[in-house]
Nanobody, 125 residues
């Protein structure tokens, strides 16, 4: 049974930092492509950052240089370090995983990912 559980969201002022975590069960994180996505009401979900089994990463242009994705395969946790947060980063953030993706440019499109968490809210004011 695959389960992804996000944590670490909250409210922060502009310019602040947060670190999101995604605890994973039922998935071998070392062999999966995993990522963070975000969505605000009435908008499509967008890819924020993804990392594949060989640690290739992709970032949305809007977060490049501010956000860093990483994972601890031993603990089976995916992280998203978010620095220099802006009000436009306010969204529900979701963790996702898929076994069949990877390569030098892992995809940011949400339709590629089959397993999803319930989300954690990030609010920047």
């Amino acid at each position: 049974h695959v389960q992804l559980v996000e944590s670490g969201g909250g409210s922060v002022q502009t310019g602040g930092s947060l670190r999101l975590s995604c605890a994973v069960t039922g998935v071998t994180t070392s062999t999966y492509c995993m990522g963070w996505f975000r969505q605000i009401p009435d908008r499509e979900r967008e890819g924020v950052a993804v990392i594949d089994s060989e640690d290739y990463t992709s970032y949305a242009d809007s977060v490049e240089g501010r956000f860093t994705i990483s994972k601890d395969n031993a603990k089976k946790i995916l992280y998203l370090q978010m620095n220099s947060l802006k009000p436009e980063d306010t969204a529900m953030y979701y963790c996702a995983a898929d076994p069949g993706l990877g390569g030098p440019d892992p995809p940011l499109g949400d339709h590629w990912y089959n397993y999803w968490g319930q989300g954690t809210q990030v609010t920047v004011s």
